[in-house]
C-alpha cells in the first residue's frame, strides 16, 4: 500500500506564499493526484488536482491563487500557494482523486494569519 508523506507547512501571513510536498513510498504515475485540506469544524474538500499528462483542476476558491504539479519519477506531488488568505488556514493532505484511494497521511498544517 502507498504511504504519503507531507510537508512544507506552517504558518504564514496573509499575503504570504508556501509550496507544499507529498511524497509517496510507491508510483503514482498510473493516478490522478489531488491536494486535499480540512478546516476545523470543516469536511476534507479537494482544492486541486492534476492527472499524469498535466490536465489540472481548482477549486473556485483557490483558483489563481494556487498551482498543483508533480513529479512521477519523484513519486512526488507538489502545491504553490501564493496570496494565502486566512480562510486558507487547514490541515493539507495529498491522494489519489476525486477517488481517494490510498490511506491517508498525516497531513501538514497551513496557517494564515496576521
Known amino acids: 500500500q502507498v504511504q504519503l508523506v507531507e510537508s512544507g507547512g506552517g504558518l504564514v501571513q496573509p499575503g504570504g506564499s508556501l509550496r507544499l510536498s507529498c511524497v509517496a513510498s510507491?508510483?503514482?504515475?498510473?493516478?490522478?493526484m489531488g491536494w486535499y485540506r480540512q478546516a476545523p469544524g470543516k469536511q476534507r474538500e479537494l482544492v486541486a488536482r492534476?492527472?499524469?499528462?498535466?490536465?489540472?483542476t481548482y477549486g473556485d476558491s483557490v483558483k489563481g491563487r494556487f498551482a498543483i504539479d508533480r513529479d512521477n519519477a519523484k513519486n512526488t506531488v507538489y502545491l504553490q500557494m501564493n496570496n494565502l488568505k486566512p480562510e486558507d488556514t487547514a490541515v493539507y493532505y495529498c491522494?489519489?482523486?476525486?477517488?481517494?484511494?490510498?490511506?491517508w497521511g498525516r497531513g501538514t498544517q497551513v496557517t494564515v494569519s496576521a
Open positions: 510507491g508510483s503514482i504515475v498510473s493516478y490522478t
Open positions: 492534476r492527472t499524469s499528462y498535466g490536465i489540472t
Open positions: 491522494n489519489s482523486a476525486p477517488a481517494s484511494v490510498f490511506t
